[in-house]
């Protein structure tokens, strides 16, 4: 089966993968740990992890028996990267509409 790419804009669509991006934003927690956070099976929970790890958001590390989870937030810069070309657009439009008022 062909798997999909994934990117960060998806892995930043869903509102419980952003829940999940703060909630290890700075710690590290095992996946009982994140669960327990959510009124979701623990299942959909690993599915969640599993998205941000493919997108490179969460990275995973094995102590022993236990893996724990951390935010690697620096793919936000993608997304960041991204919106910073539409706010400059908005800041030209929206002065030009301030212009446009202080005239009338």
Same mark, same amino acid.
């Given at each position: 089966?062909?798997?999909?790419?994934? &990117?960060?804009?998806?892995?930043?669509?869903?509102?419980?993968? #952003? &829940?999940?991006?703060?909630?290890?934003a700075g710690r590290s927690l095992n996946l009982n740990?994140?669960?327990?956070?959510?009124?979701?099976?623990?299942?959909?929970?690993?599915?969640?992890?599993?998205?941000?790890?493919?997108?490179?958001?969460?990275?995973?590390?094995?102590?022993?028996?236990? #893996?724990?989870?951390?935010?690697?937030? #620096?793919?936000?810069?993608?997304?960041?990267?991204?919106?910073? #070309?539409?706010?400059?657009?908005?800041?030209?439009?929206?002065?030009?509409?301030? &212009?446009?008022? &202080?005239q009338q």
């Amino acid at each position: 089966m062909n798997q999909l790419r994934r &990117d960060v804009f998806q892995a930043i669509a869903d509102p419980t993968r #952003r &829940d999940i991006i703060d909630l290890l934003a700075g710690r590290s927690l095992n996946l009982n740990a994140i669960a327990e956070n959510f009124n979701i099976s623990r299942p959909a929970v690993s599915k969640h992890i599993r998205i941000l790890v493919e997108c490179g958001l969460v990275v995973i590390a094995e102590q022993g028996r236990e #893996r724990f989870c951390r935010a690697d937030v #620096r793919k936000l810069q993608e997304v960041n990267a991204w919106t910073e #070309r539409y706010r400059a657009l908005w800041n030209e439009k929206l002065d030009a509409l301030g &212009d446009f008022l &202080d005239q009338q």
